[in-house]
């Protein structure tokens, strides 16, 4: 997979992966978007995401 390094990306990536219900890479690239730019990518959408990726990580 090509890393793309733009916590943006990973979010939507992550939320996309979670839609399909595929959450081991959701939780990864969720992850990987709360790495790149901290708990505020999270504040602009549905909170599911966050309270999801709670589980996977410590926050």
């Keep these: 997979m090509k890393h793309y390094w733009n916590p943006y ?29 901290g708990i505020a990518i999270f504040m602009e959408d549905d909170p599911k995401y966050l309270e999801f990726l709670e589980t996977k990580i410590e926050i």
Excluded: F
């Design 9 to 37: 990306v990973h979010l939507r990536l992550g939320q996309l992966y979670y839609e399909q219900e595929n959450l081991d890479k959701a939780a990864d690239e969720l992850a990987r978007a709360y790495m790149g730019a």
